[in-house]
């Protein structure tokens, strides 16, 4: 039996054994950032949840990087001592390369608005923030098409 066959006989029988799996809904959300201040670095934010299992998956992909990097939710807060209708939240990344924590993200939102995400490097302690690009636009494959 070919790879391609049994990868699909594969799925296929994962399937039947784990209907939820199979039409369980997944949700993408992407968010377009630029690193605050001089350089010109983009990042891409990207949380996936899949409505069957309640999982949250992450990963960003800095500029033209054809690769991303996952991330791990490592907490979720929201603000309510406030009267706003909509409390801030914030929401806890760990970052994984190669296998290793190499770092955290911290996204920060109301609402509908974007306030930032800010990225903490394990080694060295160093912050690095990023501001909402609120003029990218957003694909339909989840990809940030910046302005020029």
């Known amino acids: 039996m070919e790879r391609a066959e049994f990868m699909c ?3 296929i029988y994962f399937c039947i054994a784990c209907p939820s799996v199979a039409f369980s809904a997944v949700h ?3 968010y377009c950032f630029k690193m605050d201040g001089g ?5 891409e934010f990207h949380t996936y949840f899949d409505t069957a299992s309640e999982v949250t998956l992450g990963s960003v992909r800095y500029g033209h990087s054809k690769k991303g990097i996952p991330l791990v939710l490592s907490g979720a807060h ?3 001592s ?3 209708a909509n409390p801030v939240s914030s929401t806890s990344w760990i970052e994984f390369v190669d296998g290793k924590v190499n ?3 911290e996204f920060s939102s109301q609402g509908g608005q974007i306030f ?8 060295s302690g160093k912050k690095t923030s990023f501001v909402f690009e609120p003029n990218a636009e957003v694909s339909t ?4 098409t910046w302005p020029h």
């Open 78 to 80: 929201a603000d309510t």
């Open 116 to 123: 930032d995400l800010t990225y903490t490097s394990k080694a």
């Open 9 to 11: 006989r594969f799925i």
């Open 28 to 30: 993408l959300e992407t």
């Open 141 to 144: 494959e989840g990809v940030c």
């Open 39 to 43: 350089r010109d670095v983009r990042l």
């Open 82 to 84: 406030s009267k706003a």
């Open 103 to 105: 770092g955290t993200y």
